[in-house]
């Protein structure tokens, strides 16, 4: 009985021990499954952790790469930046400093004026509209100080900082000369206040703009001081045939002088400019028309006042004799000026210098002239010079009063109509000589750049503010692409094994 006992008890024990293994597996499947061992990953990782290294680094450097290549496909130049330097003569020398042409202080205000402005937006394309404010907010003019001015600054900045009294009061008087050139630069990034935009330009729009700013700056200097203004036809107005014979030629006369001093007014280098087309100076064509007012008008005139070859006499002696007037009214005056000026003179008495000799104990009186005396000589100088001009304008008057008087006869014959059209058909050509010549000058580098610049170069921000931010951002996203792909690979085999795990507790039950 003791053993018949002892079997059931271990076939019982063995049922209840099945039973109970059976209740744990039932229990785990209807519950969750459990946990993927982190541990397990890990070591998966562990495994291959040296091919992962080397795709991190590739991909890091791979995304480096992409988002420098990026951030050069899309950089835009922080500003732009030309050397301006100023190409032109004052009184007869290459400008030295910020002299305008005409001998008075550049005004580089003007640099940003709305007329300048203007024109560099004239007709220009852009990615972006832009204002001329904005363009003008966007402009950036830093003169240049000499080296004696920087050195003298240096001085001065020093003996401030050793306090001498004496450094603020030279500070403060001290006169900033500046170079004959100018850095000139535009920025990017132009803030529309209407529209509140920002634009953006390329490299090459910014560069274009700069220099359509600078050119039209030197066409504002063209402009103000190039005075390329053509010579004024006054010749084919003159009617000849209908006037008076004098007086056409007295107009023709004044209309010579005045074409010559025209030409006189132009600087040396477009005096000396040699055509192309002709090979004549502006210097060659001012020797013709002295020679055409000097022989041929006069000796036209001469010929006609000789002949009496008038239409009026009359009118022409009336008008002669008040000219003679004049002239002999102007001699009376200054014949008392120039008395007056020699009673002066004659009583002046030079100023005084007392010269010492220690040597031998005597001193010595010496006569100085002053600035008085020296002014009076000139003017008086300049006295004589005109009466002599007036007196032999006088002299002519007077010789063709009396011959117009002699004739008394009114007659043109066509000698003299002759003579008279071939003496304007001269000037007339002269005159289209001239504005041709001129024309032609007013082509030419040295008449229409008043400035000289350098290529707009561009900068942008420098590589590491630039492109830092980019770089790290790329080997960030290169190397989390990588760690997520090891994580993955690590934890792929371990889910495949719980999957499997899986499947033999379902067989077992």
């Known amino acids: 009985m003791g053993g018949k006992n002892e079997k059931e008890i271990a076939t019982q024990e063995e049922e209840t021990g099945k039973a109970s293994q059976i209740n744990l597996v039932m229990s785990g499947l209807e519950g969750e499954e459990d946990p993927i061992s982190l541990v397990n990953v890990l070591h998966n990782m562990k495994a291959q952790y040296r091919k992962f290294l080397w795709l991190m680094l590739l991909f890091a450097v791979a995304g480096m790469s992409l988002a420098l290549l990026g951030h050069q496909l899309n950089q835009q130049p922080a500003v732009v930046s030309s050397v301006v330097t100023l190409n032109y003569e004052v009184d007869g020398e290459m400008v030295t400093n910020l002299t305008a042409p005409d001998g008075t202080e550049l005004d580089l205000a003007q640099f940003t004026s709305s007329y300048v402005l203007n024109n560099a937006l004239s007709g220009v394309n852009l990615s972006g509209a832009i204002s001329v404010e ?44 500046y170079q004959n050139n100018f850095l000139v630069s535009l920025s990017n990034g132009f803030s529309e206040r209407q529209s509140r935009k920002k634009v953006n330009l390329t490299q090459e729009e910014l560069q274009v703009l700069l220099e359509r700013v600078i050119l039209s700056y030197n066409e504002y200097l063209c402009h103000t001081y190039a005075d390329l203004q053509l010579p ?59 020679t055409v007012q ?25 008008k002669y004799r008040y000219q003679l007037r004049e002239k002999e009214m102007e001699i009376d005056e200054l014949k008392e ?173």
Not at 147 to 156: A, C, G, H
Not at 237 to 260: A, E, H, M, P, R
Not at 295 to 318: K, Q
Not at 377 to 383: D, G, K, P, S
């Open 294 to 318: 000097d022989v041929d008008i006069n000796y036209v005139r001469s010929y006609v006042e000789y002949e009496a070859a008038t239409t009026d006499v009359e009118s022409i002696l009336t």
């Open 337 to 509: 000026k120039i008395a007056t000026t020699n009673d002066i003179l004659s009583t002046y008495k030079n100023d005084s210098v007392l010269v010492s000799s220690q040597e031998s104990m005597t001193n010595l009186a010496t006569g100085t002239t002053t600035k008085y005396y020296n002014d009076l000589i000139i003017t008086q100088t300049e006295n004589y010079k005109q009466l002599a001009e007036l007196s032999a304008a006088s002299e002519i008057l007077s010789s063709r009063i009396a011959k117009m008087e002699a004739a008394q006869t009114e007659k043109v014959s066509e000698e003299v109509m002759d003579q008279v059209e071939g003496v304007f058909e001269d000037v007339q050509r002269l005159y289209r000589t001239i504005n041709d010549q001129m024309t032609e000058i007013s082509e030419r580098p040295f008449s229409t750049n008043y400035i000289d610049h350098t290529a707009a170069q561009g900068k942008s921000e420098s590589f590491l503010k630039a492109g830092c931010r980019n770089m790290l951002i790329g080997a960030g996203a290169g190397i989390a692409i990588v760690f997520v792909w090891w994580f993955m690979a690590a934890l792929i085999p371990e889910l495949m094994n719980e999957n499997k795990t899986g499947e033999t507790k379902e067989t077992v039950k």
């Open 134 to 177: 904005a363009l003008r907010n966007n402009l950036e003019i830093r003169k240049i100080t000499t080296k004696d001015t920087r050195r003298q600054q240096e001085l001065i900045s020093g003996m401030i900082e050793g306090n001498v009294n004496e450094a603020y009061e030279q500070a403060s008087e001290m006169e900033l000369i």
């Open 232 to 290: 004024g036809d006054e010749f084919s107005v003159i009617d000849y045939k209908s006037l008076d014979i004098l007086d056409s030629l007295d107009q023709l006369s004044t209309g010579v002088d005045n074409l010559y001093d025209y030409c006189e007014s132009k600087p040396d280098n477009m005096k000396t400019y040699r055509s192309w087309r002709t090979g004549h100076s502006l210097e060659d064509l001012m020797r013709s028309l002295r």
